[in-house]
T-cell receptor, first 116, second 116 residues
Framework: AQSVSQHNHHVILSEAASLELGCNYSYGGTVNLFWYVQYPGQHLQLLLKYFSGDPLVKGIKGFEAEFIKSKFSFNLRKPSVQWSDTAEYFCAVNAAGGAGSYQLTFGKGTKLSVIP | EAGVTQFPSHSVIEKGQTVTLRCDPISGHDNLYWYRRVMGKEIKFLLHFVKESKQDESGMPNNRFLAERTGGTYSTLKVQPAELEDSGVYFC??????????????FGPGTRLLVL
């Protein structure tokens, strides 16, 4: 079974600071990788996803993530955060092949607070 | 296009009572998923429907949980009898169909269940 580890529980940044949220997964096979975000009072929405191809993925609102297969990592980055990026961020993975490959396995989430 | 909707948004019940949660997926989506987030923990998969059929219910905690998807449209998740540890946020998600592994799952706002 796969698992996902998000390194930071709560990150506090000032506006314009750069952001990097860590995500590591454990699974030896082919995976799809996702970052979801939940803004206060809203539902989970997809920020970006990696299925195959270019390991540097660009998502909405200026976010990007890089898949490094050798490190089993899929870190989320943004060069300059805004107050509106305050939210909880979830890394998720699903694994190819066999029963249950469509299940998303989530990390515990990282709360980001951006101070104006 | 309407997103995934869930009802109710909140539910407070006493231990031993029954609660039924409802999910309406995006119109035309064959795949429907239920997930749960217990406070402080990660979001965990409960089960997956393809149309009206249960494809995988490996994440269901025990036989107090019953999910149905009559006619392949909306789904209900019944907890009977509810226990304290059932408290959490129950998310529903849907995806279009074809190959669930390479599709994006769209999430609803969740139902917050509190069992007292």
């Amino acid at each position: 079974a796969q698992s996902v580890s998000q390194h930071n529980h709560h990150v506090i940044l000032s506006e314009a600071a750069s952001l990097e949220l860590g995500c590591n997964y454990s699974y030896g096979g082919t995976v799809n990788l996702f970052w979801y975000v939940q803004y206060p009072g809203q539902h989970l929405q997809l920020l970006l996803k990696y299925f195959s191809g270019d390991p540097l993925v660009k998502g909405i609102k200026g976010f990007e993530a890089e898949f490094i297969k050798s490190k089993f990592s899929f870190n989320l980055r943004k060069p300059s955060v805004q107050w509106s990026d305050t939210a909880e961020y979830f890394c998720a993975v699903n694994a190819a092949g066999g029963a249950g490959s469509y299940q998303l396995t989530f990390g515990k989430g990282t709360k980001l607070s951006v101070i104006p | 296009e309407a997103g995934v909707t869930q009802f109710p948004s909140h539910s407070v019940i006493e231990k031993g009572q029954t609660v039924t949660l409802r999910c309406d997926p995006i119109s035309g989506h064959d795949n429907l998923y239920w997930y749960r987030r217990v406070m402080g923990k990660e979001i965990k998969f409960l089960l997956h429907f393809v149309k009206e059929s249960k494809q995988d219910e490996s994440g269901m905690p025990n036989n107090r949980f019953l999910a149905e998807r009559t006619g392949g449209t909306y789904s209900t998740l019944k907890v009977q009898p509810a226990e304290l540890e059932d408290s959490g946020v129950y998310f529903c998600a849907s995806s279009q169909g074809g190959n669930p592994w390479s599709e994006t799952q769209y999430f609803g706002p969740g139902t917050r269940l509190l069992v007292l």
